[in-house]
């Protein structure tokens, strides 16, 4: 399958319909091109992000007692929610 597509002045695309569905790519959603010979260059979807780290979610949370199972849920809720406003 082969299919045209114009370049826009801010160096723009639209990716057709069919190209996106054969990709399974949505919108807000990367792609990677890569570079083949001169002249040419592919692209496909993105891996997914990874996960960001919980990494010292409980630093200063627990003044040096085991952390317990709400200490950690709360953690990860304020996290999530300084993720969503970031």
Not at 1 to 9: A, V
């Amino acid at each position: 399958m082969e299919l045209t597509t114009k370049l826009t002045s801010k160096g723009q695309v639209t990716i057709p319909v069919a190209v996106r569905r054969k990709l399974g790519v949505k919108a807000g959603e990367r792609v990677v091109f890569v570079f083949q010979r001169p002249g040419e260059v592919t692209f496909r979807r993105a891996a997914p992000a990874a996960a960001p780290s919980s990494r010292g979610i409980l630093a200063g949370k627990t003044n040096g007692r085991i952390a317990t199972v709400d200490d950690i849920r709360n953690a990860v809720a304020e996290g999530a929610a300084r993720g969503r406003r970031a």
